[in-house]
């Protein structure tokens, strides 16, 4: 991929977040473009002079303007479907995910303020993919804090006999078994309650050296909402 696009849908009032995801793309991809999109008028006149050779910024929504028909190769969108209606939601990814590039990857995430508790679905142009959660193990008391921030196809359907939280409530009791290993450091536990969940037949993907950042990610049909 010679000069991936990229775009930071709903950066928000300044265009911080689409500034900080340039930086870290163009330090392992330089050719990568970025393209901060934004609703409000004001918010992207304001983000103009902050404009470089490899960064932009756009007035748009889910339809993502881009010019010349381009497609994206991933699209970034946290903390911005929340503000909708969940029966709105797969009206967007769908909108969104015809925006991409053959192969390109769409994100749908939540996060709290300071980006301690994050939870995200990536989606491809055929769908929904996988599921992740990401939570800082420092100072965690229990895994299900994510229900606090799921995505908004999901903050609605933590309730018994939908199926995240079966995942939330046996994330918990795998966290708390493994209890004894946060001795040695809440990483090591965290891994031990992760590796429990696949044992367990969960879907999960990845390995130990994302695992230990506080991150589990597994197939996304196995917390998709019951019909």
């Excluded at 008391?141 to 933590?158: F, G, M, T, Y």
């Excluded at 891994?191 to 044992?199: D, P, S």
């Amino acid at each position: 991929m010679p000069d991936p696009l990229v775009v930071d849908l709903g950066y928000g009032a300044a265009p911080h977040t689409t500034l900080e995801l340039a930086e870290r793309l163009v330090a392992i991809q330089p050719n990568v473009r970025v393209v901060g999109i934004e609703i409000d008028p004001e918010r992207v006149t304001a983000a103009q002079p902050s404009s470089t050779d490899r960064v932009s910024f756009r007035l748009g929504g889910f339809e993502v303007p881009l010019p010349d028909k381009q497609r994206a190769d991933v699209i970034r969108a946290f903390n911005v479907l929340r503000q909708y209606d969940e029966s709105e939601v797969i009206g967007a990814w769908d909108l969104l995910r015809s925006r991409l590039s053959p192969g390109g990857i769409m994100i749908d995430g939540t996060c709290d303020e300071i980006g301690r508790v994050a939870t995200w679905v990536s989606l491809g142009v055929d769908g929904p993919e996988l599921f992740t959660i990401a939570l800082r193990l420092a100072d965690l008391d229990s895994p299900s804090i994510a229900a606090e921030r799921l995505v908004k196809a999901l903050i609605h359907r933590n309730v018994p006999g939908e199926n995240i939280h079966r995942f939330l409530a046996e994330l918990d009791r795998q966290w708390a078994v493994a209890a004894p290993l946060s001795v040695y450091s809440p990483s090591q536990r965290w891994i031990a309650a992760v590796t429990a969940m696949k044992n367990a037949g969960w879907p999960v993907h990845g390995a130990a050296s994302a695992w230990r950042l506080g991150e589990i990610t597994i197939g996304w049909d196995a917390v998709a909402p019951q019909q």
